[in-house]
């Protein structure tokens, strides 16, 4: 079953309508039993890194969700602070991430950013995926989708960079370490495009 997990934070309702839309079942989780259930998982994830952490941490899914993912090797997906939790650090707090992708989650620097609007770095942009990874294998080079962040993902190991954007400097826009994938970007309000992502990862 996909299964979104629920720890408050995440345009949960979007990602819900998305998948109903495509006829695929999906059940949002706010306890181990059904996170235990899923075959696949999404990690959404909105504001600050320590606050997601925390929220997450208290849910009481943590355990279950490193179970599936770390034990069971089903396939998940963190968006947006999602993605940033499965790091080992942020520069933004002081709880320490899942550790899932080695790396730390660092603050672009304004002085690099070429715009009138410097942070966040919010609305659409183009992205270049790496050839290969399923995930995009029907998303095109500078496809455009939906971005609303002010901290990036620095992973460790090159391999693992799997799509970049940029916005001042080259980041990390997703990354993906065997069944660990995080996205940057927000599929949920990416139209089109984020609709296909959505349901590749479904069919991965």
């Not at 901290?151 to 693992?160: L, M």
């Amino acid at each position: 079953m996909m299964t979104i997990i629920d720890y408050g934070l995440g345009n949960i309702k979007a990602l819900v309508n998305v998948y109903n839309r495509l006829n695929i079942d999906i059940q949002v989780a706010t306890s181990s039993t059904q996170v235990i259930s899923a075959t696949k998982i999404i990690l959404p994830g909105v504001g600050s890194f320590d606050f997601a952490m925390n929220q997450l941490n208290k849910s009481g899914m943590r355990d279950a969700l490193e179970k599936r993912v770390l034990v069971d090797h089903i396939p998940v997906v963190g968006i947006c602070v999602g993605m940033q939790m499965l790091a080992e650090d942020s520069e933004e707090g002081v709880e320490k991430g899942l550790g899932w992708i080695k790396g730390s989650v660092r603050k672009f620097d304004e002085s690099l950013i070429p715009f009138k609007t410097r942070l966040p770095h919010m609305g659409w942009n183009t992205i270049k995926p790496r050839s290969g990874v399923k995930l995009f294998d029907r998303i095109e080079q500078d496809s455009r989708f939906y971005f609303l962040h002010s901290y990036y993902f620095e992973n460790q190991d090159p391999g693992e960079l799997i799509c970049t954007t940029e916005y001042g400097i080259t980041y990390a826009s997703a990354v993906n370490r065997a069944n660990v994938y995080g996205i940057q970007f927000h599929p949920e309000k990416s139209h089109f495009n984020g609709v296909r992502l959505l349901h590749d990862f479904a069919n991965l």
